[in-house]
């Protein structure tokens, strides 16, 4: 090799050397200017997985939960399908579910469930999943599919897994997200009640009545329908929805409403065993 030719190649080595110690500035300075951002992340790549998901568990007792989420995720794209990466999306889907990220939470769960649905943490991670639902349920003046995908995912907790310590819980979730769905029909039932729209507010009410007793919403459903059905004249159906209240809720304000009601007309309470209300009203369960 000429001199010239020598020379070419020492300083084609030097400028290598340089770029690659700029690339290492650069990269040490973007972890500086990240104050949720551990050190460790640089051996992300190199680290084993249990090292990385013990550093997860350890940034969550630091209450850094988007670093923890880092070092789970990390764990499962580097090692697929090995014990350390179940572990890690459990973890994920926690970490996710406590920063608020719901819809992560929920797509992370609903991976592992797909993978794992008979492992010893499915019914957590099933839980979590439900809890993330019912975290996003909004007011009954607005959309309520967040309280029927609760329903169902804590259902499968319910269905799936009747002897873990998640069941109560569930249980309660899905009576508030009923609730909820019992309210929203509610809702429009008095909005078409107020404009005398009958036949529009009682198929409302009726829906709380057939799909939804032993909610919160059940008394007064019971009583708008006596409402709206005396106001169309329709009295034996008013007398029944009154008769089915009284039976199930006597102390109930509604019904000493619904009672006053019929009055006024010279009606009093009186169940039709033919009509709808009457075989609804069967299966009312006095103070659920």
């Known amino acids: ?94 970490t996710k579910y406590r920063m608020g990220r719901y819809a992560d939470s929920i797509s992370t769960g609903d991976r592992y469930m797909k993978l794992y649905p008979e492992s010893e943490d499915s019914a957590y991670v099933q839980y979590l999943v439900g809890l993330s639902y019912w975290k996003q349920i909004s007011s009954v003046t607005q959309d309520q599919r967040n309280s029927v995908k609760t329903i169902d995912a804590m259902q499968r907790v319910v269905d799936n897994y009747p002897d873990s310590e998640y069941v109560d819980d569930a249980q309660a979730k899905i009576r508030f997200a009923r609730d909820q769905l019992a309210g929203k029909e509610m809702q429009v039932g008095r909005y078409y009640l107020e404009r005398k729209e009958y036949l529009a507010a009682i198929s409302r009410f009726r829906m709380v009545v057939e799909k939804y007793p032993n909610t919160n919403q059940i008394e007064e459903a019971l009583a708008r329908l006596v409402e709206a059905y005396f106001a169309m004249g329709v009295v034996q159906e008013a007398q029944t929805a009154a008769a089915v209240l009284g039976h199930n809720y006597p102390d109930s304000q509604w019904y000493a409403d619904s009672y006053k009601l019929l009055q006024r007309g010279g009606l009093e309470p009186r169940e039709n065993s033919g009509s709808w209300i009457a075989r609804a009203g069967r299966n009312l369960l006095v103070g659920s």
């Open 1 to 94: 090799m000429n001199q010239v030719g020598s020379v070419a190649v020492k300083k084609a080595a030097r400028i290598a050397s340089l770029c690659v110690m700029v690339s290492v500035a650069g990269v040490l300075a973007g972890c500086q200017s990240d104050p949720d951002l551990d050190i460790t992340k640089l051996a992300a790549e190199t680290d084993p997985p249990e090292v990385l998901y013990n550093q997860g568990l350890a940034n969550i007792k630091a209450g850094k939960m988007s670093e923890a989420s880092r070092k789970f995720d990390a764990v499962d794209s580097q090692h697929p399908f090995s014990e350390w990466s179940r572990k890690s999306l459990v973890m994920s889907t926690f």
